[in-house]
Nanobody, 126 residues
C-alpha cells in the first residue's frame, strides 16, 4: 500500500512563497500514473489544483496558473509544488494524491480515480 506524506506547509504573508513536498513510500512501480495536489477548505469540496502525469504533462487550475509549479522526482518518489505570489484564497489543506494508470478521459483536475491520498499539510496566507 502506497503511503503519501506531505510537508512544507505553514503560515506566510500575502505575496510570499512556500514549497510543498510529497513523498511516496514505499515507492510505486506504476508505469503510467498521475499525481496531483488538491486543496480543501472547511465547508467546501476538495479542489484539484494541479496534476502531473508520468509523461510530465501538467494541468493547472486557472486560479494558480503562473504562480504555482508542479514537478516530480521519480528517483526520489517525490512530488513538489512551488507556490509563489500567495493570496489568502490559496489557504487550505493541501493533499497529494496518486492515480494509478492514465487520467485520460477523466474530468480535468477531478479527484476521480485517485486511490492513494496523503493526510495533507496546512497552508495559511494572511
Amino acid at each position: 500500500h502506497v503511503q503519501l506524506v506531505e510537508s512544507g506547509g505553514g503560515s506566510v504573508q500575502v505575496g510570499g512563497s512556500l514549497n510543498l513536498s510529497c513523498v511516496a513510500s514505499p515507492g510505486y512501480s506504476y508505469s503510467t500514473y498521475c499525481m496531483a495536489w488538491f486543496r480543501q477548505v472547511p465547508g467546501q469540496e476538495r479542489e484539484g489544483i494541479v496534476n502531473i502525469d508520468s509523461d510530465g504533462r501538467a494541468d493547472y487550475a486557472e486560479s494558480v496558473k503562473g504562480r504555482f509549479t508542479i514537478s516530480k522526482d521519480s528517483a526520489k518518489n517525490t512530488l513538489y509544488l512551488q507556490m509563489t505570489s500567495l493570496k489568502p484564497s490559496d489557504s487550505g489543506l493541501y493533499s497529494c494524491a496518486l492515480l494509478p494508470g492514465t487520467h485520460d478521459g477523466l474530468p480535468t483536475l477531478s479527484k476521480v480515480g485517485y486511490v492513494h491520498w496523503g493526510q495533507g499539510t496546512q497552508v495559511t496566507v494572511s
